[in-house]
């Protein structure tokens, strides 16, 4: 596709629910990374993906978040027993080669997730 | 842990006026400076800068880091209300991932 496609754009869940949050990225990327941007904030790094190979995921806040790049195309963002501290937005970005060189990432629109 | 801070969090101004959006940072393994415009949606991208004291250009909008003193500037000169939007500033490591500072609100009134 033309950029990142991410759905849904919004999501509502009750506490304790699991839910799934997909990223389609720029055809051809190779590098696949997930942010959290809570209100007022800038994006926070979350984890990496260079193709199907999950490189880094230093930034996942806690076991209940998992990644996953099958493919190494669409990435699913998986948050099991939501906390209402996940409400967020969960923006995705891509770029076209393996981190270590210089490249911009280019974002999708977000994920809007909000625990009641 | 690597740091991004921006001044100032927010600013207001009137159209045809010149403003500097301030970035400095401290990031392990740093490789590049960021700077992304947020309106409503995606991040878009503005600029990357590797190396210090060549200013990147588009348009109305320029930037420069400096790696000694580990800042950037942003400068948007004859604003327009379209120019109003959150800019982030992200630093860029070796590792890959960006470590963003917290944004300045830009409002440009009429």
């Known amino acids: 596709g033309a950029g990142v496609s991410q759905s849904p754009r919004y999501k509502v869940a009750k506490r304790g629910q699991d839910v799934a949050l997909r990223c389609d990225p720029i055809s051809g990327h190779v590098s696949l990374f997930w942010y959290q941007q809570a209100l007022g904030q800038g994006p926070e790094f979350l984890t990496y993906f260079q193709n199907e190979a999950q490189l880094d995921k230093s930034g996942l806040p806690s076991d209940r978040f998992f990644a996953e790049r099958p493919e190494g195309s669409v990435s699913t963002l998986k948050i099991q027993r939501t906390q209402q501290e996940d409400s967020a937005v969960y923006l995705c970005?891509?770029?076209?080669?393996?981190?270590?060189?210089?490249?911009?990432?280019?974002f999708g629109d977000g994920t809007r997730l909000s625990i009641l | 842990e690597d740091k991004v801070v921006q001044s100032p969090l927010s600013l207001v101004v009137h159209e045809g006026d010149t403003v500097t959006l301030n970035c400095s940072y401290e990031?392990?393994?740093?490789?590049?400076l960021l700077w992304y415009k947020q309106e409503k949606k995606a991040p878009t991208f503005l600029f990357m800068l590797t190396s210090s004291g060549i200013e990147k250009k588009s348009g109305r909008l320029s930037s420069i880091l400096d790696k000694k003193e580990l800042f950037s500037i942003l400068n948007i000169t004859a604003t327009q209300t379209g120019d109003s939007a959150i800019y982030l500033c992200a630093g860029g490591s070796s590792y890959g991932k960006l470590t963003f500072g917290q944004g300045t609100i830009l409002t440009v009134h009429p």
């Open positions: 990031v392990t393994n740093f490789r590049s």
């Open positions: 970005a891509s770029s076209q080669r393996p981190q270590g060189q210089n490249q911009p990432q280019h």
